[in-house]
Structure formats: structure tokens, C-alpha cells
């Protein structure tokens, strides 16, 4: 009987305590995160390197060909079409390079971003896990809160977190 009692103790003791939950909203998060913010700028500025390059490529090989048209109306037909073969497939093997370059740039970017991503996740984990959260949700743009109270809202906290630590 004290063993059946105990166990109804103890359960009621369990049921009694309630589960703390928080929420971050992940759009905010991220938006304010001085990491992720420095790393979308160090690409922005190679995207805006690669178009610069890109252009200038571009007009040097216009001008190359406009240049090709007039001498190729002294030119034999043989010779003229040899030539336009020559420039059409060094064209071809500039934009392939150029398209290379933009693959890595957008691969190198999505491999820094998905780090920080999990960088993110870690910290959110680790902070929940020090302060007794048995949930922390995901909030914002495609999360699973549509409602939370502010006292609730981890996301000031945990920006300023990662703040803190990119910043050391």
C-alpha cells in the first residue's frame, strides 16, 4: 500500500511540473547575427568582383570581334570562317570558365552558410540545455510558432550570444 502511495506521489509530482518552453525566431536571428551578416558582405563583394570581371571580359571580346568582322571582309571565305570557329570557341571557353567561377563562388558560400547554420543550431542547443528548456521552437518565416508571449522569446538572447562569441 505505502509502495502504491509513493508511486501516486511521484506521479502526481511529475505531472505537476510543467515543461519550460521557449521560441527563437530564426528570420530575426539570423538577419542580426554580425557573422552571417559579414560573410553575405564577403560575398557580395566577390559576386560584384566576378561581374566587374565578367563585363570586362565581355567587352574585350566584342571588341575582338568587331574588330574580326572588318578585317574579314579582306579576308578568303576559308580563312574568314576558320578564324570565326577560333574566336566562337574561345567564346565558349571563356564562359565556361567564367561559369566555373560562379559555381565555386556559390558552392563556397552555401558550405560557409550551412556551417554557420549548424554553428546556430549548437548554440541554441547548448543555451537551452544550461538554462532547463525541455523545448526551444523555431519562430518566424516557415517555424512552428505562430504565437508566443515575449518572456518566451529567446531571440535578443541568443543573438547576443553569437554576437559576443564571433566577436572574441
Known sequence: MKKLML??????????QQ?????????????DYQEKIDIEAKY??????????RD????AFQLELQEFQLRSKKMSQKNAQDEYTL?????????QQLQQEELELQQS?????????SKVRKEVKTYGKANGFTYILTGGNGGAVLYGQDPQNLTETIV????DKYKQ
Open 7 to 16: 508511486f501516486a506521489l511521484g506521479l502526481s509530482m511529475m505531472a505537476c
Open 19 to 31: 515543461n519550460k518552453i521557449g521560441y527563437v525566431d530564426n528570420v530575426k536571428l539570423l538577419e
Open 44 to 53: 557580395n563583394s566577390k559576386v560584384d568582383a566576378l561581374t566587374k570581371k
Open 56 to 59: 570586362s571580359i565581355s567587352q
Open 87 to 95: 574566336l566562337q570557341q574561345r567564346g565558349q571557353i571563356i564562359g
Open 109 to 117: 558560400s552555401k558550405t560557409e552558410m550551412d556551417s554557420l547554420v
Open 160 to 163: 547576443k550570444i553569437l554576437n
